[in-house]
């Protein structure tokens, strides 16, 4: 394939700008699979490639350039500076606004007025707008009048419409008076939308509620928003919807809140409490009951029913309600012990060839690429000791000598004194357990290096994975505790943009809080009492050596957040982190990488067993009763 010099348009700009008018770029983008800005890039771009070969180097041009400008990834939360790379890693990135120069610009601006296409022609106004204002506030008017022509229907919602009325909202702010009543109009549209949703618009209707909240509109219609979306959470508490049920009772009460009538907030959030207890209930009474997973709901119950003021807690005899769950989720803690659930998912078998996991992503839809990207690994802790203790067996004098530890900053970090005999015994657990860190850490560089850096660039070259799509997953999560649902999504978002220095400062206490949670959940507690009667909370280092968290997550997952998190011959990344420890080098090093997919797959495979496993339990019966007729 043939490529152009940066300068071509300016060298070529009357010969580019005939080649957009005969270019075919209308065929080009009725052909992409979808309506998302990512598949019309991936149609553009595949017609620029074609063009190039055809040694047609305008078309191929005009191609890439729209290509590129509608990969950018629309952030509406940064109003001056809206777009971010698709991609970014190994010192480059994809497509940004500042990218493309003056002369492709201005191209732009003269293309914009011959496009009838909403998504494109938004995209290339609000493009030229944020890089060159001097070519007028038209491209603004254009941008925002394009933008809400998109239809706000569940079909295509979640397919960047979203973040294009979001923008909308946002330029006719930045503009002022100049917007005239289009901030205005766009409220009354999406009220309507609002007003006339039903279920089957799912998260499309809970989508336009919160846009709204967001950016300060529907004051005047917050008595209705806030009656639609309780008559909604009925209708999917009553589906046995419970996850969307608590979703609705929660923004329905911040509605009411804004209206005025704080009675029937306190009542959404006594509803919302109680669609939890429902959702434990139906676990318990399910296919494949967890009285694990019942607790996690049991505890967010009590969590919610915890930010009711006291003065308002009579009414719906919230304190007693309280201690009425409290006995509760003591007694499904205990049974969740009996069931000894790991959390995990199921390894794939994928070599050590790079192209085989890039191929095992690529042409999957995005749950099913994530639920291979979340299973790519699985440490096996048995299986390392093993490993440490054939090591240490073997003939020769290296096991036996004293060794000292040290940190990247050439810290002494730790000491062991070698094995005592010609193989390890009990009094040389120091020197297996430094063994099985080595291993471990071996493991970690390797894995990240041929399967989790590959399968996160085809992750992020074929999928849009928006902060708000891993903030709803975390949300979805039941390992997620209430209230860190937007700490996690955010953490979570920052390493597929490849800032895994933001992801892991995010993550890091939040993976402490979440093994806290889960021991109290099941009746442990997490606590101590100094000799002042002054109650502390116990650190990772304390809380993964009590012996319920290896029940609660298996030896496997025990063994690696603590080797990983709070070890100090293993990266230490909580305390390191803390302490402020971590310089730039390792706050993107293959530590911090494998700590956020290791957060990946805590989160994704909680939400995705959660969904499956009673389809998973048919399909296995199904199979073996087959077997058994066989």
């Given at each position: 394939?043939?490529?152009?010099?940066?300068?071509?348009?300016?060298?070529?700009?009357?010969?580019?700008?005939?080649?957009?008018?005969?270019?075919?770029?209308?065929?080009?983008?009725?052909?992409?699979?979808?309506?998302?800005?990512?598949?019309?890039?991936?149609?553009?771009?595949?017609?620029?490639?074609?063009?190039?070969?055809?040694?047609?180097?305008?078309?191929?041009?005009?191609?890439?350039?729209?290509?590129?400008?509608?990969?950018?990834?629309?952030?509406?939360?940064?109003?001056?500076?809206?777009?971010?790379?698709?991609?970014?890693?190994?010192?480059?990135?994809?497509?940004?606004?500042?990218?493309?120069?003056?002369?492709?610009?201005?191209?732009?601006?003269?293309?914009?007025?011959?496009?009838?296409?909403?998504?494109?022609?938004?995209?290339?106004?609000?493009?030229?707008?944020?890089?060159?204002?001097?070519?007028?506030?038209?491209?603004?008017?254009?941008?925002?009048?394009?933008?809400?022509?998109?239809?706000?229907?569940?079909?295509?919602?979640?397919?960047?419409?979203?973040?294009?009325?979001?923008?909308?909202?946002?330029?006719?702010?930045?503009?002022?008076?100049?917007?005239?009543?289009?901030?205005?109009?766009?409220?009354?549209?999406?009220?309507?939308?609002?007003?006339?949703?039903?279920?089957?618009?799912?998260?499309?209707?809970?989508?336009?509620?919160?846009?709204?909240?967001?950016?300060?509109?529907?004051?005047?219609?917050?008595?209705?928003?806030?009656?639609?979306?309780?008559?909604?959470?009925?209708?999917?508490?009553?589906?046995?919807?419970?996850?969307?049920?608590?979703?609705?009772?929660?923004?329905?009460?911040?509605?009411?809140?804004?209206?005025?009538?704080?009675?029937?907030?306190?009542?959404?959030?006594?509803?919302?409490?109680?669609?939890?207890?429902?959702?434990?209930?139906?676990?318990?009474?399910?296919?494949?009951?967890?009285?694990?997973?019942?607790?996690?709901?049991?505890?967010?119950?009590?969590?919610?029913?915890?930010?009711?003021?006291?003065?308002?807690?009579?009414?719906?005899?919230v304190d007693q309600r309280i201690q009425?769950?409290?006995?509760?989720?003591?007694?499904?803690?205990?049974?969740?012990?009996?069931?000894?659930?790991?959390?995990?998912?199921?390894?794939?078998?994928?070599?050590?060839?790079?192209?085989?996991?890039?191929?095992?992503?690529?042409?999957?839809?995005?749950?099913?690429?994530?639920?291979?990207?979340?299973?790519?690994?699985?440490?096996?802790?048995?299986?390392?000791?093993?490993?440490?203790?054939?090591?240490?067996?073997?003939?020769?004098?290296?096991?036996?000598?004293?060794?000292?530890?040290?940190?990247?900053?050439?810290?002494?970090?730790?000491?062991?004194?070698?094995?005592?005999?010609?193989?390890?015994?009990?009094?040389?657990?120091?020197?297996?357990?430094?063994?099985?860190?080595?291993?471990?850490?071996?493991?970690?560089?390797?894995?990240?290096?041929?399967?989790?850096?590959?399968?996160?660039?085809?992750?992020?070259?074929?999928?849009r994975l928006r902060t708000a799509d891993?903030?709803?997953?975390?949300?979805?999560?039941?390992?997620?505790?209430?209230?860190?649902?937007?700490?996690?999504?955010?953490?979570?978002?920052?390493?597929?943009?490849?800032?895994?220095?933001?992801?892991?400062?995010?993550?890091?206490?939040?993976?402490?809080?979440?093994?806290?949670?889960?021991?109290?959940?099941?009746?442990?507690?997490?606590?101590?009492?100094?000799?002042?009667?002054?109650?502390?909370?116990?650190?990772?280092?304390?809380?993964?050596?009590?012996?319920?968290?290896?029940?609660?997550?298996?030896?496997?997952?025990?063994?690696?957040?603590?080797?990983?998190?709070?070890?100090?011959?293993?990266?230490?990344?909580?305390?390191?982190?803390?302490h402020g420890l971590l310089d730039d080098?390792?706050?993107?090093?293959?530590?911090?990488?494998?700590?956020?997919?290791?957060?990946?797959?805590?989160?994704?495979?909680?939400?995705?067993?959660?969904?499956?496993?009673?389809?998973?339990?048919?399909?296995?019966?199904?199979?073996?009763?087959?077997?058994?007729?066989?």
């Amino acid at each position: 394939m043939k490529t152009v010099p940066d300068s071509y348009v300016e060298d070529n700009f009357e010969q580019v700008l005939d080649a957009f008018n005969n270019c075919g770029w209308e065929a080009v983008l009725d052909s992409a699979s979808d309506t998302g800005y990512s598949s019309i890039s991936q149609a553009f771009r595949e017609a620029g490639n074609q063009a190039y070969d055809e040694d047609n180097q305008a078309d191929g041009k005009v191609l890439h350039l729209l290509a590129e400008a509608c990969s950018m990834m629309l952030s509406p939360e940064k109003p001056n500076d809206p777009f971010d790379p698709m991609w970014v890693g190994g010192g480059t990135h994809s497509a940004i606004s500042d990218d493309f120069t003056e002369a492709e610009i201005r191209l732009f601006n003269e293309i914009i007025g011959s496009i009838d296409k909403p998504l494109l022609k938004g995209r290339l106004a609000d493009l030229v707008w944020v890089r060159n204002k001097s070519l007028g506030v038209k491209n603004a008017l254009q941008a925002i009048d394009s933008y809400r022509q998109l239809p706000l229907d569940v079909d295509t919602w979640f397919m960047d419409v979203e973040q294009c009325w979001q923008r909308a909202i946002d330029l006719s702010r930045m503009i002022g008076a100049t917007a005239g009543d289009r901030l205005d109009q766009i409220e009354a549209s999406i009220i309507e939308a609002i007003k006339s949703s039903s279920t089957d618009g799912k998260f499309s209707s809970f989508g336009l509620a919160h846009t709204l909240m967001t950016k300060g509109l529907g004051k005047s219609a917050a008595k209705m928003i806030a009656e639609k979306l309780e008559f909604l959470a009925g209708e999917f508490g009553d589906a046995g919807d419970f996850h969307a049920s608590e979703s609705f009772y929660n923004a329905s009460a911040k509605w009411y809140t804004l209206s005025g009538d704080n009675d029937k907030s306190i009542d959404m959030t006594v509803a919302e409490a109680e669609a939890f207890v429902n959702d434990a209930s139906a676990k318990l009474s399910s296919d494949s009951p967890s009285h694990g997973v019942a607790a996690s709901f049991i505890e967010d119950a009590i969590q919610v029913y915890r930010t009711i003021p006291h003065i308002h807690r009579d009414r719906h005899h919230v304190d007693q309600r309280i201690q009425e769950l409290r006995l509760r989720l003591s007694e499904y803690g205990k049974l969740a012990q009996d069931e000894m659930v790991t959390i995990s998912g199921n390894e794939i078998d994928i070599g050590d060839a790079i192209e085989k996991i890039r191929d095992a992503i690529s042409g999957k839809a995005v749950e099913e690429a994530l639920a291979i990207f979340a299973n790519i690994h699985h440490v096996n802790a048995k299986n390392l000791r093993e490993s440490a203790i054939r090591n240490l067996s073997r003939p020769g004098i290296f096991a036996s000598i004293p060794k000292i530890y040290s940190s990247h900053d050439g810290r002494v970090i730790g000491k062991t004194p070698g094995i005592s005999g010609s193989t390890p015994s009990e009094s040389d657990e120091a020197e297996i357990i430094a063994q099985m860190h080595s291993s471990y850490g071996t493991s970690i560089s390797i894995t990240v290096q041929a399967l989790i850096l590959p399968a996160l660039e085809m992750l992020t070259l074929e999928h849009r994975l928006r902060t708000a799509d891993l903030i709803e997953l975390a949300r979805r999560s039941p390992i997620v505790p209430i209230g860190r649902e937007v700490l996690f999504g955010k953490a979570l978002a920052q390493g597929f943009n490849r800032d895994f220095a933001t992801s892991i400062h995010l993550l890091a206490p939040q993976i402490e809080h979440m093994v806290r949670v889960q021991l109290k959940v099941a009746g442990v507690s997490t606590s101590h009492l100094d000799q002042d009667g002054i109650e502390t909370e116990n650190g990772l280092s304390a809380l993964i050596d009590i012996p319920e968290t290896k029940t609660i997550f298996g030896e496997d997952l025990t063994y690696e957040i603590k080797a990983l998190f709070c070890a100090q011959l293993g990266p230490n990344l909580r305390n390191n982190i803390a302490h402020g420890l971590l310089d730039d080098h390792q706050a993107h090093s293959v530590d911090a990488v494998y700590a956020w997919w290791l957060g990946v797959k805590l989160v994704f495979n909680t939400f995705w067993n959660s969904l499956h496993i009673d389809t998973e339990n048919e399909n296995q019966a199904q199979a073996d009763e087959h077997d058994l007729q066989s």
